[in-house]
């Protein structure tokens, strides 16, 4: 019985489509950086198949002011220049207001959340949901910092 169970279970593995498994990953580290400052950071790789990454949620409620995103291309294998991230709040609301569009594929940048026409911190009472589009590289690494003030 546990042969056939194992039969059955490689065989379904093996015919899934490889990007239904495709993944790519995301680790996350969440440390007081200085009294009532926290750092967030996303650890991202993209699938070696399909190129993408996961929509990862944060490992912990922010409950907290965003006030600056520093992202940074890491690695022999960058993202697609001009690739994009947005950081959601519960409701679906990207807490960065589009200022994370159009990264470079070479250079560290930073951001602070925009509001409307207004910069400035943004409040998040809640989970963050990363996500990133617009990337052609294979196993491209980028880190995205989230600063928190608490």
């Not at 042969?3 to 680790?27: D, E, N, Q």
């Not at 950071?41 to 922010?62: E, N």
């Not at 409307?116 to 990133?132: E, F, H, M, P």
Request: with cysteine.
């Amino acid at each position: 019985m546990k042969r056939l169970i194992l039969v059955i279970v490689a065989l379904a593995f093996l015919l899934i489509p490889s990007g239904v498994r495709a993944a790519g990953t995301v680790t996350q580290t969440f440390e007081t950086i200085a009294s009532g400052v926290h750092l967030l950071t996303f650890t991202c790789t993209a699938d070696a198949s399909d190129k993408s990454y996961p929509d990862t949620d944060s490992i912990q409620a922010i409950d907290g002011y965003v006030f600056m995103v520093v992202t940074d291309p890491d690695g022999t294998a960058t993202p697609t220049d001009q690739y994009d991230i947005t950081l959601k709040d519960d409701n679906g609301v990207d807490v960065m207001g589009g200022e994370l569009a159009n990264r470079s594929d070479t250079a560290s940048e930073q951001a602070v959340p925009k509001i409307d026409a207004v910069y400035g911190t943004r409040w998040v009472d809640g989970i963050l949901s990363l996500a990133i589009s617009n990337n052609s590289v294979a196993s491209a690494v980028t880190v995205v910092k989230v600063f928190i003030y608490r």
